[in-house]
């Protein structure tokens, strides 16, 4: 039971380019997150999914693009990075019945020079 | 807009000390409440849960109380020790029981 789990673990892009950071869990959660955590400013939510085929915006969701996969998996794509997106990445998923209860990955490094 | 607010910023006790951690958020309609341990280059690991109609949780050396109708949560840490030290953080969930809001943290060092 790995619970949840992201790839890379650290990335370095150039400006422009683009990638997806992937998250997994585990542990039969219908709903997922996207936090980037950046010094001064805490944890901010880009994406969630509450269910399996549904995504919505967090507080900080441009230059960003999600996809639920299925139930186990979400992932973050930036189209265009920019330094504004250099941070610390990390998924989270909960369930109702846990009372929502966040777990959250290891989280990704992500610098973009 | 919810705002989470944690106080102090940074703490360093000697070790053995009772402490406590503070949190207060400004919009009382909450779903629930999460304490979370980050250590450096690491993950938020979730430490208690309060669900809005309960008012306190344990677990072992651990305390964490809500009080809804004055905005505050406060984390107690008996008998501290130095694998306490880390970074610790308060999220509040919104009534739709989904999404967080996180305060900035506090900075715990625990002196041997």
């Known amino acids: 039971n790995a619970g949840v789990t992201q790839t890379p673990k650290f990335q370095v892009l150039k400006t422009g380019q683009s990638m997806t950071l992937q998250c997994a869990q585990d542990m039969n959660h219908n709903s997922m997150y996207w936090y980037r955590q950046d010094p001064g400013m805490g944890l901010r939510l880009i994406y969630y999914s509450a269910s399996e085929g549904t995504t919505d915006k967090g507080e900080v969701p441009n230059g960003y693009n999600v996809s639920r996969l299925n139930k186990r998996e979400f992932s973050l794509r930036l189209e265009s990075a920019a330094p504004s997106q250099t941070s610390v990445y990390f998924c989270?998923?909960?369930?109702?019945?846990?009372?929502?209860?966040?777990?959250f990955g290891p989280g990704t490094r992500l610098t973009v020079t | 807009k919810q705002e989470v607010t944690q106080i102090p910023a940074a703490l360093s006790v000697p070790e053995g000390e009772n402490l406590v951690l503070n949190c207060s958020f400004t919009?009382?309609?909450?779903?629930?409440l999460q304490w979370f341990r980050q250590d450096p280059g690491k993950g938020l690991t979730s430490l208690l849960l309060i669900q809005s109609s309960q008012r306190e949780q344990t677990s072992g050396r651990l305390n964490a109380s809500l009080d809804k109708s004055s905005g505050r949560s406060t984390l107690y840490i008996a008998a501290s020790q130095p694998g306490d030290s880390a970074t610790y953080l308060c999220a509040v969930g919104k009534t739709s029981g989904s999404r967080l809001t996180f305060g900035e943290g506090t900075q715990l060092t625990v002196n041997p």
């Open positions: 989270a998923s909960s369930e109702v019945q846990a009372a929502y209860e966040q777990y």
């Open positions: 919009d009382s309609a909450i779903y629930n």
